[in-house]
Every structure is written in structure tokens, then in C-alpha cells.
């Protein structure tokens, strides 16, 4: 098959403009949707821990963003009954502004990229930015700024995501793949990431989820956050080590085989993973100031499956998280795998080795704008590794249109996710 000229790609996107104008991603109204967001969340609840639902919940509640963090689903349901333009590349599917971070890149430097993919899957590339904006918005909003400040940001963003993608459509396809983000050190809240990531080092995750125990050490207990497991339940965590080392390239494999497991606990974590089954190993290599800690960490079926996902398809929930990240960050966890056991799937990769993350009050005054130019970049950058950057930039093109309509649909989509989040709190009495 004859691969289409720069011209003919770059024709393909501007085609798709007839398909869906620009000016067209301005619009949401809720009257569209088909299943109530509670029933949605509450279909989503299946299979979990039946204990953590509540937790879940009670999470939520906290405010208009923790529910937005933990209603992928609502929004997934909401996007798919609204045109779309078809062109695909690896959404991150939880495009939000905390789920960037900083981590430890392979080579020990440490980076900041997009870092949750629970829901990643291929789709049309408009979705991760409207939910990116309406992210914005609220986390705006949160952080002290008026509606038409955190709007503006959303506006900014997306602005940069198109120019972004512009400069890439023009890099030959190889340095596409390699394109370092070079802006964001004068942001803020990227800063603060860095700092943060510094100091999360694998001895201060050592003092901070264990404690002595003999001459050696265990996790801590802490329910309800964290709590170890029963002997069978470590024994079948354990087991399914062997699947996924087989999983992991030859010299990634050389490394694991010199840990040790020395302990099993089961660990709640984020807003939208509460309830799903979470496990965290801790490994030493050459003596207890030698630890490993792996999260093997349950993983569903995106959000987005029903409309994206071929009913017919059988899918490896982990290996779909593993490789989705992989397309479209620059570097990733080298101990990034998956497995499975119990009936299960499983996403593994260490726990917060060198991890910081950006807070909803590091986004006040001018850190939200800053930030936002980043989490567009990023974007830009994630889609072009994973999509092709001309056919995008040729559908973007000029102007600021585009920008200023996904803006619009974030404020919106934040207006009504702040309803969303009254009636869960009326329902549950929270």
C-alpha cells in the first residue's frame, strides 16, 4: 500500500472540517444524554471492591473536580453523542490537569509528562482536549480565578496545542518521535513537580509505607489506604510476577531477577481507581537500602470502549494501559508491564519512584495560564507520536477559532459537571 503524500494527508484533515466545523466544538448541552450521570457511575461500580464504593463516593463529594477526576465515564458517554472528527490517535482518556506529573526517566532524569492511562484507548483527538479544557475551568475555578480567567486558560491551551502541532507537522518523522518539550521549566507548578519528584525517592518510600519488623521490614498498616494482604492473596500477587517478567524486554528482566519480594499490601489510591483492585510489592535488591516497590494495579475497560471498541475485540486491559502510555510518552517506567490472575487484568510498574504531582493551589494567579501552555504541549506531543501530525494540523490550521470553541465547550462542561456533582451529593448525602 502506497503511503499519501504530505499534501494528501495535510487534504485529508482539512477535509474533515465538513465533517465537523471548527466552530461546531463549542456546543454541549446535557439535554443529548441518553443515561443520567448517576446511573452511569453507578453501572461503572460493578466488579469493584463493594467495600470502596463508598469511599469512592465519599471522594467525589470533596468537589466539582474531584468528581469530574472520578467521572470519566459520564463525560466518555457525553462526547460520543456529539460529532466527532474520526481522527484518531492514543488518547490519554483522562486528559486532566493533575494527571501530569514529573517521574524518574529510564536514564534516572527526571521528566514531566502525561502519567495516567487508565482509560487510554485510540480516538478522535478533540476528546482528550475537551476534557483537558473542562479541566481547566474547574481546577480554575478551585484555585481562586474567575470563570473568565479559567476559561481563558482552557483557551490558551489549546491555542498552544495547535501550534504545537503545527511545529511538528513541519520535523521530519524521526525527530517527531523524539521532540523534547523545552518550554515548561518557566511554569510554576512544573517547578513544584520537579522539587516534589526529588525528594520522592525509593528510601523515603521506604520509610513512609514500612516499618521494622525482625530484622528486616513490612508495610505498614494504614487502612483504609493501606492495609497487607492475607498469605494466599500475596502468594497469587506474587505468582503472576512470572507472566509478567516474561512480558519485560531482556535487560529489563536481568534487573527484576536481582529483587527479592519481602511483602504484599493492598493500597487505595486516586479518585477514579477507588474500589478496583490495587496491590503494591515491596522488593529489595541488594539489602533493605536497596528497595523495589511495584504497583500491580487492576485495570477495566476504558471509558470510552463502548463507543471506540469493537465488541469482538478481546483486549488485555493491561496490556492496553502499558501500551498506550508507551505511545505517547517520550520515556516511560522501564519496569512498565502487565499481567494477570484470579480472572483478572493487571496494569504493573513501580509506585511513585520519583513521582511529584501538580496541586489544584499550586494553579493560583498566573501558575493556571503557564500551566496550561504545558498540558497543551504535551498533548500536541502525545497525539503526534501516536497520530499523524500533518493530517492534524491540516484539519487545525490558523487562527484561533478552534481554540476558542473548545474553550467555550470547557466552561460549559464545567457548568454542568458542578451540577453533576450537586445531585451526587443529594443522592448519596454526602
Not at 515548561?184 to 513544584?192: C, D, K, S, Y
Not at 477559532?401 to 454526602?430: H, M, N, P, S, V
Request: positive net charge; glycine residues 8%; proline residues 4%.
Amino acid at each position: 500500500m502506497q503511503t499519501p503524500s504530505v499534501k494528501q494527508r495535510r487534504a485529508l484533515g482539512q477535509a474533515r472540517r465538513k465533517q465537523v466545523a471548527r466552530s461546531q466544538h463549542g456546543a454541549f448541552s446535557a439535554k443529548q444524554r441518553a443515561t443520567s450521570a448517576l446511573a452511569l457511575l453507578e453501572q461503572s461500580m460493578k466488579g469493584r471492591v463493594p467495600a470502596l464504593v463508598a469511599e469512592k463516593y465519599r471522594r467525589m463529594a470533596a468537589s466539582p473536580f474531584a468528581y469530574f477526576r472520578g467521572a470519566a465515564m459520564v463525560m466518555a458517554a457525553d462526547l460520543a453523542r456529539m460529532p466527532a472528527t474520526g481522527l484518531a490517535v492514543q488518547l490519554c482518556g483522562d486528559a486532566h490537569v493533575r494527571n501530569l506529573g514529573a517521574y524518574a526517566a529510564p536514564d534516572g532524569r527526571l521528566v514531566f509528562d502525561i502519567n495516567d492511562f487508565d482509560e487510554t484507548v485510540r480516538g478522535p483527538f478533540e476528546w482528550d482536549l475537551k476534557r483537558m479544557a473542562a479541566s481547566l475551568v474547574l481546577a480554575g475555578r478551585e484555585s481562586g480565578h474567575k470563570a473568565a480567567s479559567a476559561e481563558h486558560a482552557a483557551a490558551l491551551c489549546v491555542a498552544r496545542y495547535c501550534a504545537q502541532m503545527r511545529a511538528l507537522a513541519k520535523l521530519p518523522v524521526l525527530e517527531v518521535a523524539r521532540f523534547q518539550v523545552h518550554r515548561m521549566g518557566g511554569a510554576e507548578p512544573v517547578h513544584l513537580a520537579l522539587k516534589k519528584a526529588e525528594r520522592a525517592t525509593p528510601q523515603h518510600l521506604l520509610e513512609q509505607l514500612t516499618e521494622p519488623a525482625g530484622e528486616g521490614r513490612r508495610f505498614k498498616e494504614a487502612p483504609p489506604v493501606l492495609t497487607r494482604v492475607k498469605d494466599r492473596v500475596a502468594a497469587a500477587v506474587l505468582a503472576s510476577l512470572a507472566a509478567y517478567r516474561e512480558r519485560l524486554v531482556p535487560e529489563r528482566r536481568h534487573l527484576l531477577d536481582f529483587y527479592r519480594p519481602v511483602d504484599v499490601a493492598f493500597k487505595v489510591v486516586g479518585t477514579g481507581s477507588v474500589g478496583l483492585r490495587d496491590y503494591c510489592i515491596y522488593l529489595e535488591g541488594n539489602g533493605v537500602a536497596d528497595p523495589l516497590f511495584l504497583q500491580v494495579k487492576e485495570e477495566v475497560a476504558s471509558a470510552y470502549a463502548p463507543w471506540l471498541v469493537p465488541a469482538h475485540a478481546v483486549v488485555h486491559q493491561g496490556q492496553r494501559t502499558a501500551e498506550g502510555q508507551r505511545a505517547m510518552q517520550l520515556q516511560s517506567d522501564p519496569f512498565l508491564g502487565w499481567t494477570e490472575f484470579g480472572g483478572r487484568q493487571y496494569l504493573v510498574r513501580q509506585l511513585n519512584d520519583h513521582k511529584g504531582t501538580v496541586e489544584l493551589t499550586d494553579l493560583a494567579g498566573d501558575s493556571l495560564a503557564a500551566y496550561a501552555e504545558v498540558c497543551g504541549e504535551l498533548l500536541a506531543r502525545g497525539h503526534a507520536r501516536s497520530g499523524d501530525p500533518v493530517v492534524l494540523a491540516g484539519y487545525l490550521s490558523e487562527g484561533s477559532g478552534f481554540a476558542e470553541a473548545i474553550a467555550r465547550f470547557g466552561a460549559l462542561y464545567a457548568d454542568q459537571t458542578e451540577k453533576d456533582w450537586t445531585a451526587l451529593k443529594r443522592e448519596k448525602r454526602l
